[in-house]
C-alpha cells in the first residue's frame, strides 16, 4: 500500500498499479507487458531491506504471468520468465550501482500462465515461488527484477528469515535464535537456567535451518528446597523437604523429624533421635539400640566364652555391633578394675558383628565382670544412655603360659648354660620346668632336662654344634605350652682347644660314664614301665634328665591316657574320671541318632549355679548285660580324661539311677559327614581348611597323651554350630563293634577298611601314625563333601589297590596343598607320614596365607581326566606304551604290560574292547567269556582297578560340568 519507494527504468518498464484483489480491497502491483517489442530490460529496483542480523533470507514472489501462445503475433519476442537479483549493502548507498554489479538469484518461471479466456473470466492464475539467498555478510540488500520481455504483474513480495522461538526445555531457557546460513548447519545455543534452578550439566539445544530445537543436552534442576512444577521452580512447604537438585520433587520428613520452614533442604530430629553425618536425609532419626539380652558365658580354663541375643529395640538401625567391657573384680569385695592389655578378645573387643566372643588369656582362678553394650550409629551421641548387659565369670585352672624369652648365661665346648623368665601368665604356682634339647636337624634324638629353678645347663654336648632349646612350666594344671625354639652353638674345639687340652681324657671318661649311666636310667625307666597304667604315670623326683628316640619313652609327668581297662573295678574308672549327675538335672527333648547301646538325645542341663545349656545324652537301653553298661560307660571314662576344644567334652555320666546315661556338650550340626553331604559345595576352602585344623589339634592333643583312636572318619566327627568340629566316638574294643564300617579282617580283628592304614590291617599295627593315616581319608572325606572314599569298590579291592600303590585321586576343587598333605599321610612307610603337630602347623600356615590354597589340583592331572583325555583308543598321540603309561603317570606298570605282551599301542587298544564288552557282559550278568590267560586277568585287574576308582569321578564331573563336552568325551571313552 501507498509509496513502496521502488525504482522502475526504463519509464515504459515495469508500472505501478493500483487494483482491488478478489475482496475489492486495493493493492498495488507493478506489471510490464511488452510482449510485442524486441530487447526488453526492464528492471524494477526494491528499497533497502535490513537483514536484522539473519544470514540467510528467503523470497516469497507472487505473481501471474501470461501464456506467450495466447498472444496473437507476439510469439517471437514473448518470455514466459524473469529474472531476479539482489545486491548487499550496509546501507542505502547501493542503490545506484550499475545492473551488471547485480548478482542473480534466479530465474523466475510460471507454474501456471493464464490466457485470455482466464482474463475474460476475470480468473487471475497466482503463481508462488520461494527463493533463498545467503549467506549474507553486510546489513541489508536490494532486490531487483528483470523483465525481458513477459507479460507479469508481480503482486506480492515476501522477504523473511526463519529463527528458532524462545523457548524453556529442562528448565533452561534458550532466547529467539535466527538459523544458521546454511542450510544445512546447526547452530549451538546455550540455555540459561531458570529461577532457584541450577545446571547438572550445562543446557544445550541446536537450531536448526528450519528453524527447530533439535538435540537437547544437559540440564537445570531445582535447587535443594526447591521442586519443579509448570518448567518453574516451586518451594517446598513446611513439613517438606528436598535435600538435593538431583532429588525429583519434595518429600515430607521421614520419621521422627520435622520442618517448620518454607524451601528446607533436610529436617531436624525429634528430641532423643539423632541422624549420623553418613546418614542420608531421606532416612529417618534413630536412636540408640537398647541393651543386649540372654547373655550366656562358658568358661573354659582362662577363656570365657560369651554369647547373647541382639537388642529387643535395635533403635531404627541395622548397624548394631557390640563392645565388651571387662572388669577385674576382687572375690570379697565390689571393686573391680579395668582388665588391662594382656586380654585379648576374639575375633576383637569393638565393633563385634557376631553375637558371641571369646576372651582368652584371662587370668587363672579370677572374678570377671563383663557387660556386653549394643552400640549403633547414634550411640556417640548419646553417650549418657549405655546400654549394656553384665555377666559375672570365674576362671578354672590353667596351664601357664609358653616362657617368651631365654637368655643364655655361659657357653663352652661341651656345655650351655640358660636362664628364662617365669611365664607371663604361670596361673599357679609352678611346679617345675621341662627343658628338651636336641642337636639341629636331630630331632628325634632328644634329650629332656628337670628343672625347679629358672636356670639349666645342658652338658656333654658336641663342640661346635648347634642345639635346639625349648622350655616349658608345670603347675598343678599340668604342662604349659612349650617355648619357641632357641638354637644355640657350642664353641669349636679351635676356639677352646689351648685352654682345654689337658681336660680332653677326663671329658672322654666322664663322656663313658655318662653314656653308662644313662643307659642304666633307661633301662630301669623302661622296667619301671610296665607298671604304667595302673595309676597316673608318676615320676621318680630324683629322674633329672632322660633321652629319648623316635618318642619310644613316654615322658614322665606328662598327662598320659589311661586305659580304662586296667582297673580292676570300671566302674572305679567312671567314677575317677567322669561327674555323677543328678537325672534331676537333666531335660531330654528328643532323639538325634542312634547308639550302640541306645539312643542319642538332645536336652539340656541345668547344674546349681549355672546356667541351662543343651547337652547330647546318649542312653543305655534296658535290659543290658553288664559288659555293655561296662563297655557304654568306657566310653566315658576315656572321653572324661581329655580337655580340648576339638575333643568332644563329657559333662558327666547318670549311673546312680536308670537309664544309664552319658552327657556330653551338644553338637547342633551332629556327625561331620552327614553335615558335608547336606551342605554339598557350600564352604569355602578356608572354612574346610579350618575344619581339618580343629580335627588335626584334637587328634595331636590325643597322640600326645598317648591315645589312639583307631576309627578316625568324618562319621566321628562332630560339628557345632560355629562350624567347630571335634573328635567323638571314643570306646574300647566296642569301638569298631559299633562301626557299621568295620569289617572281620583274616587276623580276626574288625576293622573300617577304607580308612585304616595297611600295616594296621595287615598285622594290627595301631599307632598315632595308622591314626595320621585316617586323617588323611578324613581330609578327602572332608575336601569331597562326605564322599564315600573309594566309591563303591569291595573292601578286598581296596586292600589290594592300596597295597599296589593307588591312592585315592584329587577331590573336585582342592588345593595341591591339601592333597600333597593327603598323600603324605598315605605314605606306605609310616615313619615318613607327618605327625599330627606337623598337620596341625602345616595347616596354620596355610590358613595364615590363603592364597597358598588357590592353586588346585589342575583336572588334567587327576587320573580319571587322564583316561579321558589320554585314551589310546582312536588317539595317536602316543607313539609307545611306555610313554602313554608315563602321560597317565602309570609307567611304573609299563613292566607288567610289556611281559604280558602289550607291547603296542594296538594291542592296548585290543584289551580295552575286551575289557569293554567284559564288563558290559558281567552287568547284564550273561556269561561272559573269561579272558583267555592269566596275564590277561592280570592286567584287566589293573585296568577294572582303575576303572572302579574313577568311574564315580567321571559321575560327579559329568553332574557338574558343561554337559556338552563332557558327553563327547564320555562317547569317545572307551569305557563309558
Ligand atoms: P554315636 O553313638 O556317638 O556314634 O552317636 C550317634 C549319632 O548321634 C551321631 O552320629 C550324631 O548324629 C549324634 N550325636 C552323638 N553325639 C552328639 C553330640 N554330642 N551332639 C550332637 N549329636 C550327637
Not at 603360659?401 to 596361673?427: A, C, F, G, H, Y
Not at 562332630?718 to 587276623?747: H, M, Q, W
Not at 615318613?832 to 596341625?840: C, G, Q, T, W, Y
Request: negative net charge.
Amino acid at each position: 500500500m501507498g509509496d513502496l519507494g521502488w525504482i522502475a527504468y526504463p519509464k515504459n518498464g515495469w508500472e505501478e498499479i493500483g487494483e482491488v484483489d478478489e475482496n475489492f480491497a486495493p493493492i498495488h502491483t507493478y506489471q510490464v507487458c511488452n510482449v510485442m517489442e524486441q530487447n526488453q530490460n526492464n528492471w524494477l529496483l526494491t528499497s533497502w531491506i535490513s537483514n536484522e542480523g539473519a544470514s540467510r533470507i528467503f523470497i516469497e514472489l507472487k505473481f501471474t504471468l501470461r501464456d506467450c501462445n495466447s498472444l496473437p503475433g507476439g510469439l517471437g519476442t514473448c518470455k514466459e520468465t524473469f529474472n531476479m537479483y539482489y545486491f548487499e549493502s550496509d546501507d542505502e548507498d547501493g542503490r545506484n550501482i550499475r545492473e551488471n554489479q547485480y548478482i542473480k538469484i534466479d530465474t523466475i518461471a510460471a507454474d501456471e500462465s493464464f490466457t485470455e479466456l482466464d482474463l475474460g473470466d476475470r480468473v487471475m492464475k497466482l503463481n508462488t515461488e520461494v527463493r533463498d539467498v545467503g549467506p549474507l555478510t553486510k546489513k541489508g540488500f536490494y532486490l531487483a527484477f528483470q523483465d525481458v520481455g513477459a507479460c507479469i504483474a508481480l503482486v506480492s513480495v515476501r522477504v523473511y528469515y526463519k529463527k528458532c522461538p524462545s523457548v524453556i526445555r529442562n528448565l533452561a531457557l534458550f532466547p529467539d535464535t535466527i538459523t544458521g546460513a546454511d542450510s544445512s548447519q546447526l547452530l549451538e545455543v546455550s540455555g540459561s537456567c531458570v529461577n532457584h534452578s541450577v545446571t547438572d550439566e550445562p543446557p544445550k539445544m541446536h537450531c536448526s535451518a528450519e528453524g527447530e530445537w533439535l538435540v537437547p543436552i544437559g540440564k537445570c534442576m531445582c535447587k535443594a528446597g526447591y521442586e519443579e512444577k509448570n518448567n518453574t521452580c516451586q518451594v517446598c512447604r513446611p513439613g517438606f523437604f528436598k535435600a538435593s537438585p538431583h532429588s525429583p520433587s519434595c518429600s515430607k520428613c521421614p520419621p521422627h523429624s520435622y520442618t517448620l520452614e518454607e524451601a528446607s533442604t533436610s529436617c531436624l530430629c525429634e528430641e532423643h533421635y539423632f541422624r549420623r553425618e553418613s546418614d542420608p536425609p531421606t532416612m529417618a532419626c534413630t536412636r540408640p539400640p537398647s541393651a543386649p539380652r540372654n547373655a550366656i558365658s562358658n568358661v573354659n580354663e582362662t577363656s570365657v566364652f560369651l554369647e547373647w541375643i541382639p537388642p529387643a529395640d535395635t533403635g531404627g538401625r541395622k548397624d548394631v555391633s557390640y563392645y565388651i567391657a571387662c572388669k577385674k573384680c576382687h572375690s570379697h569385695s565390689d571393686l573391680c578394675e579395668a582388665c588391662g592389655s594382656h586380654v585379648r578378645y576374639l575375633p576383637q573387643q569393638t565393633s563385634l558383628k557376631n553375637t558371641s566372643v571369646m576372651m582368652v588369656d584371662l587370668l587363672a582362678h579370677t572374678n570377671y565382670t563383663f557387660e556386653i553394650e549394643a552400640v549403633n550409629g547414634v550411640s556417640d551421641q548419646n553417650p549418657g544412655a549405655r546400654q549394656y548387659v553384665s555377666v559375672n565369670v570365674t576362671t578354672n585352672q590353667a596351664a601357664p603360659s609358653p616362657i617368651s624369652s631365654v637368655k643364655k648365661s655361659k657357653i663352652t665346648k661341651n656345655s650351655i648354660s640358660l636362664s628364662w623368665q617365669e611365664p607371663d601368665r604361670p596361673n599357679g604356682i609352678i611346679l617345675e620346668y621341662e627343658i628338651k634339647y636336641f642337636e639341629k636337624d636331630q630331632e628325634t634324638s632328644y634329650t629332656i632336662i628337670k628343672s625347679k629353678e629358672t636356670t639349666v645347663t645342658a652338658d656333654g654336648l658336641k663342640p661346635g654344634s648347634a642345639y635346639i632349646f625349648q622350655i616349658r612350666a608345670r603347675t598343678a594344671a599340668g604342662y604349659g605350652g612349650f617355648s619357641r625354639r632357641f638354637e644355640i652353638e657350642t664353641i669349636p674345639v679351635s676356639v677352646a682347644a689351648s685352654s682345654d687340652q689337658s681336660q680332653i681324657p677326663i671329658i672322654t671318661l666322664s663322656l663313658t660314664v655318662g653314656v653308662i649311666l644313662l643307659a642304666v636310667v633307661v633301662i630301669g625307666f623302661l622296667l619301671s614301665g610296665r607298671r604304667c597304667g595302673y595309676s597316673k604315670a608318676k615320676q621318680d623326683p630324683e629322674e633329672e634328665k632322660m633321652h629319648f628316640h623316635n618318642g619310644h619313652i613316654k615322658l614322665p609327668g606328662v598327662k598320659t591316657y589311661i586305659d580304662p581297662h586296667t582297673y580292676e573295678d570300671p566302674n572305679q574308672a567312671v567314677h575317677e574320671f567322669a561327674k555323677e549327675i543328678e537325672a534331676s538335672c537333666i531335660t531330654i527333648e528328643r532323639v538325634i541318632g542312634a547308639g550302640e547301646f541306645g539312643e542319642v538325645c538332645s536336652g539340656r542341663l541345668k547344674l546349681q549355679g549355672k546356667r541351662e545349656f543343651p547337652v547330647a545324652i546318649k542312653t543305655l537301653k534296658v535290659g543290658y548285660t553288664e559288659k555293655q553298661r561296662r563297655d557304654f560307660l568306657g566310653e566315658a571314662s576315656i572321653m572324661g580324661q581329655f580337655d580340648h576344644p576339638n575333643i568332644i567334652h563329657l559333662e558327666g555320666v547318670v549311673t546312680k539311677s536308670k537309664p544309664v546315661m552319658i552327657v556330653t556338650e551338644y553338637m547342633e550340626n551332629g556327625s561331620l559327614d552327614t553335615f558335608l553331604k547336606k551342605n554339598d559345595g557350600q564352604f569355602t576352602v578356608i572354612q574346610l581348611a579350618e575344619m581339618l585344623r580343629g580335627i588335626a589339634s584334637g587328634m595331636k592333643y590325643l597322640s600326645d597323651m598317648g591315645y589312639v583312636h583307631r576309627d578316625l572318619a568324618a562319621r566321628n566327627i562332630l560339628i557345632n554350630s560355629n562350624l567347630v568340629c571335634k573328635v567323638s566316638d571314643f570306646g574300647l574294643s566296642r569301638v569298631l563293634e559299633d562301626d557299621p564300617e568295620a569289617a572281620y579282617t583274616t587276623r580276626g580283628g574288625k576293622i573300617p577298611i577304607r580308612w585304616t592304614a595297611p600295616e594296621a590291617i595287615a598285622f594290627g599295627k595301631f599307632t598315632s601314625a595308622s591314626d595320621v593315616w585316617s586323617y588323611g581319608i578324613v581330609m578327602w572325606e572332608v575336601m569331597s563333601y562326605g564322599e564315600r572314599p573309594y566309591w563303591e569298590m569291595t573292601n578286598q579291592d581296596v586292600i589290594k589297590a592300596v597295597e599296589e600303590g593307588y591312592r585315592l585321586p584329587s577331590p573336585m576343587d582342592c588345593p595341591v596343598a591339601l592333597y600333597q598333605l593327603m598323600l603324605d599321610c598315605w605314605q606306605k612307610d609310616r615313619n615318613s607320614r607327618p605327625k599330627f603337630d606337623e598337620i596341625v602347623s602345616m595347616l596354620d600356615k596355610l590358613i595364615r596365607n590363603p592364597s597358598s590354597l588357590k592353586t588346585l589340583v589342575n583336572a588334567s592331572n587327576s587320573v580319571s581326566n587322564l583316561l579321558v583325555e589320554h585314551s589310546p583308543v582312536g588317539s595317536s598321540a602316543y607313539r609307545s606304551v611306555g610313554e602313554w603309561l608315563e602321560a597317565i603317570k602309570m609307567g611304573r606298570y609299563t613292566e607288567i604290560f610289556m611281559k604280558n605282551g602289550y607291547s603296542s599301542m594296538d594291542a592296548v587298544a585290543q584289551v580295552t574292547l575286551d575289557l569293554k564288552h567284559w564288563i558290559s557282559a558281567a552287568k547284564k550278568k550273561e556269561s561272559a567269556s573269561p579272558p583267555a590267560t592269566m596275564k590277561h586277568w592280570l592286567l584287566l585287574l589293573h585296568w577294572a582297578l582303575l576303572l572302579l576308582l574313577c568311574r564315580p569321578c567321571f559321575l560327579r564331573w559329568n553332574h557338574c560340568r558343561d554337559s556338552g563336552r563332557v558327553q563327547q568325551d564320555e562317547e569317545a571313552h572307551p569305557f563309558m
